[in-house]
């Protein structure tokens, strides 16, 4: 699905980039994207019940208010979604503060801010909207805070400040493709995404061979479970439901690092 911009800098529509991302995004109802930019990850995902999408930029949101209406003439799904002119950092401060976001253990926040200068070659990307290291610094201490309480994901490229602020949080680094060549990037996850039901599981797999090695089994497994007779499918069901009831839900208890 195309977006409202034919490219975007730090996008992360690249192919194997947002497969990485998506597969390691937990099962949640509400999502909030912050530094939406591009919005690849919301446009690659599954859709929640709920999406709220924030950029700095008046000029970034007004395009993708006129693409959300236009997908909504389609697709009402997305008449759950809005976009706002709004600061990723201000907002979470609102959240903590005084709980803007209902259910907020059920709430997914994915951040993709600007990559701190001190990890990039230095060209300015985003006019009067670049952070600076107070604004970075901002950031990670709340989501640091033990006031946290919704599951968030960060991506970045590898750099002192995320590496300092960040230790002992999941994380996991992986190559991708950029305009500028290959670039590794870091993600950080205040939640085990081993130990966590994902949200969208149509790219589950590290590689393309992995990804179409699952397809396969998947589709076999389930055209072998509809084969089954009623009863039988029913108790096989009961039973899986028995044996593993946080794949049956989205309220999976929220990992915390130690």
Same mark, same amino acid.
Request: hydrophobic share 35%; charged share 30%; with cysteine.
């Given at each position: 699905?195309?977006?409202?911009?034919?490219?975007?800098?730090?996008?992360?529509?690249?192919?194997?980039?947002?497969?990485?991302?998506?597969?390691?995004?937990?099962?949640?109802?509400?999502?909030?994207?912050?530094?939406?930019?591009?919005?690849?990850?919301?446009?690659?995902?599954?859709?929640?019940?709920?999406?709220?999408?924030?950029?700095?930029?008046?000029?970034?949101?007004?395009?993708?208010?006129?693409?959300?209406?236009?997908?909504?003439?389609?697709?009402?799904?997305?008449?759950?979604?809005?976009?706002?002119?709004?600061?990723?950092?201000?907002?979470?401060?609102?959240?903590?503060?005084?709980?803007?976001?209902?259910?907020?253990?059920?709430?997914?926040?994915?951040?993709?801010?600007?990559?701190?200068?001190?990890?990039?070659?230095?060209?300015?990307?985003?006019?009067? !909207?670049?952070?600076?290291? &107070?604004?970075?610094? @901002?950031?990670?201490?709340? +989501?640091?805070?033990? #006031?946290?309480?919704?599951?968030?994901?960060?991506?970045?490229?590898?750099?002192?400040?995320?590496?300092?602020?960040?230790?002992?949080?999941?994380?996991?680094?992986?190559?991708?493709?950029?305009?500028?060549?290959?670039?590794?990037?870091?993600?950080?996850?205040?939640?085990?995404?081993?130990?966590?039901?994902?949200?969208?599981?149509?790219?589950?797999?590290?590689? !393309?061979?992995?990804?179409? &090695?699952?397809?396969? @089994?998947?589709?076999?497994? +389930?055209?072998?479970? #509809?084969?089954?007779?009623?009863?039988?499918?029913?108790?096989?069901?009961?039973?899986?439901?028995?044996?593993?009831?946080?794949?049956?839900?989205?309220?999976?208890?929220?990992?915390?690092?130690?």
């Amino acid at each position: 699905m195309k977006g409202p911009f034919e490219s975007y800098p730090g996008s992360k529509n690249g192919d194997g980039t947002f497969h990485t991302i998506i597969n390691r995004i937990p099962a949640h109802r509400y999502y909030l994207e912050g530094c939406l930019g591009g919005g690849a990850i919301f446009r690659k995902k599954r859709l929640a019940e709920k999406s709220i999408l924030l950029d700095a930029s008046p000029r970034v949101v007004a395009k993708w208010d006129e693409w959300l209406k236009e997908q909504a003439n389609e697709t009402p799904a997305f008449e759950s979604c809005e976009v706002q002119v709004f600061d990723i950092v201000v907002f979470l401060m609102g959240i903590l503060k005084y709980q803007w976001l209902p259910n907020i253990y059920e709430v997914f926040v994915y951040i993709d801010p600007p990559y701190p200068m001190i990890s990039r070659s230095g060209k300015v990307l985003y006019d009067e !909207f670049e952070w600076d290291e &107070k604004k970075h610094k @901002k950031l990670l201490s709340i +989501l640091t805070s033990e #006031e946290v309480k919704f599951r968030w994901m960060l991506s970045t490229y590898p750099n002192p400040w995320y590496g300092q602020a960040l230790k002992g949080y999941h994380s996991h680094t992986f190559e991708a493709m950029t305009r500028g060549g290959k670039r590794i990037e870091q993600i950080y996850m205040n939640y085990d995404p081993e130990r966590t039901p994902l949200h969208d599981y149509r790219y589950f797999g590290e590689n !393309f061979h992995r990804r179409d &090695k699952f397809k396969v @089994k998947r589709r076999r497994n +389930l055209a072998r479970f #509809e084969k089954l007779p009623f009863h039988q499918r029913f108790a096989l069901l009961q039973e899986l439901q028995q044996r593993f009831p946080t794949c049956f839900t989205q309220k999976a208890k929220q990992d915390r690092p130690s």
